[in-house]
């Protein structure tokens, strides 16, 4: 499974790359594609490019939370439109870890 399976009508060149160590772990049941980094204990959400295609209205694109036992999403830790400030979310909370 992975996204392009999971979710065919969603953008592929719209999907960022991912960062070093996050798998994907997209399943159709899901509002949008998801990305884990197990080591890290971090889920990232990727919602549609297109507000009106998500299903939260007004939500933003990319969605990063902590990993609950089990794989599931925990805690949001960060939010943001644009990938740029998502990408150097994740790489400050990388070099913590």
């Given amino acids: 499974m992975n996204f392009r399976t999971e979710f065919d009508d969603y953008p592929v060149c719209k999907m960022p790359v991912m960062p070093a160590g996050f798998t994907d772990t997209s399943w159709k049941n899901d509002v949008c594609p998801s990305f884990t980094h197990e080591a890290a204990r971090l889920v990232l959400w990727v919602d549609y490019p297109d507000p009106a295609n998500r299903e ?26 644009h990938w740029t400030d998502m990408e150097d979310e994740i790489g400050h909370r990388l070099r913590k870890f």
């Fill in 56 to 81: 939260v209205q007004g939500g933003s694109r990319f969605i990063l939370c902590t990993m609950k036992d089990g794989g599931a999403s925990g805690d949001v830790v960060a939010t943001a439109e």
